[in-house]
Structure formats: structure tokens, C-alpha cells
């Protein structure tokens, strides 16, 4: 009897002692049957409060929150296109209980026009696509135009050409007015903002002309009247904007682009916990909870390709995105 009361002490003693020390991780990679979550996750959000990245955070923390019955505390970290959240995730334990939710462009575009600590290519691994979405091309209400010819006519038709907004410098929204001014011979003049609001209210007055914008911010404004879709950058036409064309069928296939937001983690994270979360997040996935809650947000629905394809498909954008930006000069 005895013997068996110092086993269930030591037992007990040995467990507290692995969770204490934050190697949950090392657990569950031994033995599979572990449950993940055993505690609250943390899930760090590349971006602020309220912006794209943190919407989508909150729909994935609140669907795995009531499946696992463990909370999902989500923490926007803005500032530095995503730098501060890599840096933080990075520098978090290495275990299946801090993760982070970023845009692909935290590997594919910021790293050539900031000077992060981390080689992104390398030290962070998505392990799930969580909502994907192209661009949209949108001019403000009284600009002359209803469609791409005449925004490139309107273009070369005056000396100073049409200047246009991007969320931040160096990210697609930036290069895909290089791409167009290249494809079209049209000058296109950047003005870099600080995320899609003040870009989208300077449209919205007509102070900028154009801009390049993600879905889900300037659908609202689309289905309003306040600013006028021109094109969009996916390879087809979204369900959310049926009537907008996109520019492959428009002529310029140069501009395809579908980004994507991606749930991330340290990529020092042994694989079988990988897998467990991967496991948990794809039942999310796939629920039409989730999918009803990205769509009222202007999100299309993860397309649920493997790690290992959207990985290849960042270093892909990688060099894409380098080949266009070579010789600008837009380092922040």
C-alpha cells in the first residue's frame, strides 16, 4: 500500500514538475495520447487591435476555445510590420502554447524592406492557412473612371501620372502598383500608409486617387458606394465581389496574388506537436461556424493546403516579390 502512495506521489510530483517547466511540448511528443491544450494558449496577432489579422485570431481562438475547452487568449503585438510579434513569439518557450496568427507576407514581403533579427524564411513554419484573399483595386468616388482601361488612360493622360495608397511600404499592396505601372507603361506614384484606414479614408476623400487594399477592409466600403472597385488580384473572381473582374482576365495576369493568413509557430517546434495542433485546427477549419464568420468579414475560406505547399509557395513570393522591388529604394 505504501509503495503504491510514493508511486502516485513521485507520478504526480514528476508531472507538475514537466508542466512547471513548460515541457508540456516534450510530453506530448513522446506520448501522442497527451491532450493539447492542457492550459490557456496564447495566440500573439502580427497587427493591431481590431485590424485583419486579429479578427481572424479571435474567429480561430473562440471555435478552438469551445472545442478544447481551454482558453485562447489572443494578443494583437502592432508595430514594425510584424517584426515585435516574431520577435515575441520567438523569444516565448518553445511549446505548443504560444503561436501566431500573421498575414504570408511576414515571410514573402516584409523581409526585404525591414531589417528583422529573424530569418523568417527559416525560423517560423505556418501550420495552417486560416483565410486567404486577394487584393482589391479601388479609386476614390469622384475619380473619372469605371474600370482598369480608363484608370491607365486617366494615367498617361496626365503628366504626374495617378498616385496610389498601399497599406505599408515593401508589403503586395506596394508592389502590385510597380507590377501594374510596369505591365501598362501608366505612372503610378506610391504613397505608403500605416495599415488601410488612413490609406482608405484619404481614397474615400478623394485625396488619393487609387489604392490597393485587402478584401475584408474595403468590402464595406465597396458595397456602400463609398469607394469604387476597379479589379481584383485573384487568380478568379471572388464570391464577395462577383462583379468586380479580376486582372488575369483583364489582361494582366502578372498581377495574380492571393495572400493569405497563416497560424505560425516557432519552427524549432518538434513535429508531432505540430501535428496535434495542425489536427485541431483543420476540424476548425472546416466548420461552417467558422467559415460563417469569416465571410461576414470579407474573408474567403482557407483552400486547407498542407504546411509543406504553403511553405514552398512563400519562398516562391520570396524571390517574386525581391525581382520587382530590386532598385526601389523602400527600406523603413
Known sequence: MHTHHMTRRALLRATSALTLAGH???ASAENATDPWPGKPVRLIVAGPAGGNADVVARALGDQLGRSLQHPFVVDPKPGAAGALAINDLMQAPLDAYTLLVGVSSLVSEIPHIIKMRHDTRKAIIPLAELSRG???LVAAPDLPVQN???VIALAKSRPEGLSYASYSPGTMSHVAGLLLSQASGARLVHIGYKGSTPGLSDVMGGHTPLMFDGMATS???IRSG???????TSAQRSSLLPNVPTFQELGFPQLTYTGWMGLWANAALPTAAQNTIKQQVQAVLEAQAYRKILEGAGFEPSSLRDSATLHKELLADYERVGKVLAGTDIKL
Do not use: C, W
Not at 463609398?226 to 481584383?232: F, L, R
Open 226 to 232: 463609398k469607394i469604387k472597385a476597379i479589379a481584383v
Open 219 to 221: 468590402l464595406p466600403l
Open 24 to 26: 508540456g511540448l516534450q
Open 134 to 136: 486577394g487584393l482589391v
Open 148 to 150: 482598369l482601361k480608363e
